[in-house]
């Protein structure tokens, strides 16, 4: 907490298991994760630090671009279960 001889706050349980969903037969079916739910996002042209890294060393792309992929992350999980409508674009190691 803030003040000194105070508790700290805890999320409920509940909020914690964000991709847990409930189907119609009282199943737990696991949601999408960040990556599943933006993943039909394609780069776009007015992206450019993409853009910029992808054509430095006269077209054979920068450090960065060689060795780290591009990708979309749904930013208001758990609200989208399918097709992010507002990703945040970020680098990350390739698989």
Request: include cysteine; proline fraction near 7%; charged fraction near 30%.
């Amino acid at each position: 907490g803030l003040f000194p001889g105070s508790q700290p706050t805890r999320a409920p349980r509940e909020t914690l298991e964000v991709n847990m969903m409930i189907d119609d037969d009282d199943e737990e079916v696991i949601g999408p994760t960040i990556w599943e739910a933006a993943a039909e996002e394609e780069i776009q042209e007015n992206f450019w630090e993409y853009h910029c890294r992808k054509n430095r060393n006269e077209g054979k792309g920068d450090a960065v671009y060689n060795n780290l992929a591009y990708l979309p992350v749904c930013n208001c999980m758990p609200v989208c279960r399918k097709g992010c409508r507002n990703p945040t674009w970020m680098w990350t190691k390739k698989k």
